[in-house]
């Protein structure tokens, strides 16, 4: 290496995932779409944690604002998924908190507060069963069926 490389810029901002499952068992997932690496993939709702706010207080806020479904369907007892992935340049290496929301039916999604930057890279979003997910290309992360078994045999 002659050093002339710029370090990667790494980041450990605390977010939150919400694993939204409609009647029929099937997972939200939102399409996105990263510029800068010229990548689209899948992932659950969620975001950043902001100051003074708790995991689940964010979790709530957080499904409210990327699907427009109530915040209070989101159910404490989360578990933790390790996340090493990039976005817009940046690379992210934690542990996020993935909570429950259960919802009957198949319930209508539409942001309720996207930002300008979720507005440009948003790409849609589907409700995928389980089989589905297993061989769904462009998941994020890895392994997400896996990740999140424990909370969807949590009864309920």
Known sequence: MTGDAEPEEVSDRPAVRIVCVDGAGRVLLMRWHDPVAGRTYW???GGGIDAG???IEAARRELFEET????????????LVHRDF???????VKDEPFFLARF???PAVKSAAFTAEEV???R?????????LAVLPEVEPAGLLEAITPLLVRPG
Do not use: K
Request: aromatic share 10%; net charge negative.
């Open 43 to 45: 992932e659950p709702p």
């Open 53 to 55: 706010e708790s995991p």
């Open 68 to 79: 427009g479904l109530p915040g209070d369907a989101v159910q404490d007892g989360p578990v």
């Open 86 to 92: 990039r976005w817009l340049g940046t690379r992210y």
């Open 104 to 106: 009957a039916g198949v």
């Open 120 to 122: 440009q890279n948003y």
């Open 124 to 132: 849609g979003h589907a409700w995928h069963s389980p089989d589905e």
